[in-house]
């Protein structure tokens, strides 16, 4: 007997596209659903307390030899995202030996927002991992928020400057970045190689619906951050949820990047159910 599919669920509105045909009951699932950050499922998965997440790239290339990716199921964007931004009180050059914060919610985003300040402005902060709030702290000129906080933070406007992470990435190297994919424990693959395909072909159609029910979608998420719908639609348009061939061309040069800059060992391959 097959068991019950621990799966992670990020816990922003990025992902009601591929969840909300789950909560529909549209589709027949009976995964055991956790909800988490970005890095909360990363830990969870890597401790083996879940089977299949969604996880930070990030989190894919540094244990990339433990994990099996789904196909055709990523968070990408080609430009900008909407909802991983880095505000500053200063021009971005300016920030170098300057204290900025970083949210502990995606190492995927801390990792990408040390690449582009490097590459496109030449700037090195101290950078610290902490809370995000409404506002800077002292001795703070900088801070990275995603997901439902970067969109209700902009919402607001009072921030002199702010970057795009997406939009950073595209011209910094004119390619889609994937700031997260879907993942399965290979240990769990390989134990329960049916289960594994099952959640795989679920969550696939899941997202075909969702992706036709963008109204409806538009419409929850407005109970969740503070924006009108025809934003929010723009919002989720945006977003691609395909890993193919050009998401992965960007998610191989992120990790080439990390490589470089030390954080990797060795160049991640892409390893696939």
Same mark, same amino acid.
């Given at each position: ?57 990030? #989190? ?17 964007? !080609? ?36 690449? @582009? ?10 950078? !610290? ?22 969109? !209700? ?70 109970? @969740?951050?503070?924006?009108? #719908? ?18 992965? #061309? ?24």
């Amino acid at each position: 007997m097959e068991p019950k599919v621990r799966l992670g669920r990020i816990r922003y509105i990025n992902v009601l596209p591929i969840y909300y045909a789950l909560d529909q009951a549209w589709v027949a699932n009976g995964f055991a659903v956790e909800t988490g950050t970005p890095a909360e499922l990363n830990q969870r998965l890597r401790q083996g307390c879940l089977d299949v997440s969604a996880i930070s790239s990030y #989190e894919y290339g540094r244990y990339s030899d433990r994990y099996v990716l789904l196909p055709d199921l990523a968070i990408a964007t !080609r430009g900008d995202v909407g909802s991983v931004l880095f505000f500053s009180r200063v021009p971005f050059h300016r920030l170098t030996g300057k204290e900025v914060l970083l949210s502990a919610g995606s190492a995927t985003s801390a990792a990408l927002v040390k690449i @582009v300040l490097a590459e496109l402005y030449g700037a090195r902060p101290l950078y !610290r991992v902490g809370p995000v709030t409404d506002r800077f702290l002292d001795g703070c000129y900088g801070m990275l928020a995603i997901g439902d906080e970067a969109l !209700r933070l902009q919402a607001r406007g009072c921030y002199p400057y702010f970057l795009d992470l997406g939009r950073a990435w595209a011209d910094l190297t004119g390619l889609p970045f994937v700031f997260g994919v879907w993942a399965a424990r290979a240990d769990f693959v390989q134990q329960h190689p049916e289960a594994a395909r099952t959640v795989h072909r679920t969550l696939l159609a899941a997202k075909a619906l969702g992706l036709q029910s963008l109204a409806a979608i538009c419409r929850q998420a407005a109970t @969740v951050v503070p924006l009108p #719908e025809e934003a929010l639609t723009a919002y989720f348009q945006r977003l691609n949820y395909d890993l193919a061939a050009d998401q992965q #061309e960007g998610l191989a040069a992120f990790f080439r990047f990390l490589w470089r800059y030390g954080e990797f060992e060795e160049l991640p391959r892409l390893r696939f159910l």
